[in-house]
């Protein structure tokens, strides 16, 4: 017999009568929640600010998970849920009732395992099911430490202490490294009903508009000085095209059209490579390196542009970099691979290209993380403006 699978959204508020009731939210002409407008009983609509949202279903049992105040996480475990159940249809996963009083142990076993569905079906990345297994296994160590090993123990102040705890351990006090650990350790236990603390106010807070670094040109003339042909191409590469790591790393000699010059950054089940963010794009490159790239021969059984001696997908990139930077007599240590996309973007910018086209050739989903190359030019020009002021009245 199929059970009923249907996932609502509700909010539970206070009704006139001083009651708490479970209420449906009013949607918008587009069907969207308007926020904090319920239709009471009696089919009034009206403004509550105060108490959750919730989803409902029947696991078999009728289950009410509070989401928090926002709507909008409310929606993400309805679509969690949806999925889920979509999951254990298939057979993929068998989720045991949950519940509030659970062990964090279990209830920890249960997401790892939804994620690794999800993995397995494209919905997720593997390195986002690799991110949470480690945060929220030492997480639950962190509660058996401090004697809580069920969920119904665990407070707003517990998750609090961890990100404290987290940022206390780490050897640069790193708040983002904090800020990343809450988020993910409040994404599982708001997928076991617990909207314990929220990311407004309780999450640590770290700078957001972080410096942009790029390569001077006397770094770049002495870095490539140092390069042999094979070297300098895969440098090259990165310079000229501002592919990130995984991109290179794995790049087949399929994806070169060198002819009508661009690279093809797409899917390559072979190696179990996905663009981030899904985003398939044409990189179109400038001649010099199309002509670069001409000159590599295959290697026989390979169809991998750059790979290692023995024909696998190369992971010591970063360390070739830093090898050829201590040659060139330049710091190892301001050498990163990343730093090569951020030269790169800059040099666009700074040439003309528009943030439209850049970010089709960076493959961003939105303008937002290009802008901030944007911003870094325009320090540029703050200091340049800055340093002949003051050259004007030293003459």
Known sequence: M??????????????ANGKWRYCRPVLDEKGKIVADMVTVPGGLKEHHAEGEYC???RNPKPTFLRCGSKAADALA??????ALFKAMEHGIVQRPHQSQTGSIEDAVTVFLQELEAKVANGSK????????????????GWCADQGKRTL????????????????EQSPTKS??????KFVRVNSFLKTNGLALATYKDDAPKYPKDTPVYVYSDEQEEKFFAKC?????????TFQMAGLRKSELKFLTHDRLHLDKGYIRIDENPKYDFM????????????????????MIKPKAGCDLVFPTRNGTPNDKLLVMCRRIAKRAGLNPDDFWLHRWRSTYATHCLRNGMDLATLRDQMGHKDLKSIERYLRALQQEERGEKVRKVWAAKAA
């Open 2 to 15: 199929r059970m009923n699978r249907r996932v609502s959204i509700w909010k539970h508020v206070r009704v």
């Open 55 to 57: 989803i409902f279903f």
């Open 77 to 82: 475990a309805q679509q969690r849920q949806i």
């Open 125 to 140: 990345r593997p390195k986002t099911l690799e991110a949470y297994r480690q945060v929220l296994r030492e997480f639950q």
């Open 152 to 167: 119904s123990r665990l407070t707003r102040l517990d998750v609090i202490r961890y990100a404290a705890g987290v940022r």
């Open 175 to 180: 708040r983002r490294t904090a800020n990343t």
């Open 228 to 236: 042999n042909r094979r070297q300098g191409t895969i440098f090259k």
């Open 275 to 294: 663009p981030k963010a899904y985003q398939v794009r044409d990189v179109y490159i400038p001649p010099e390196l199309a002509g670069l790239l001409r």
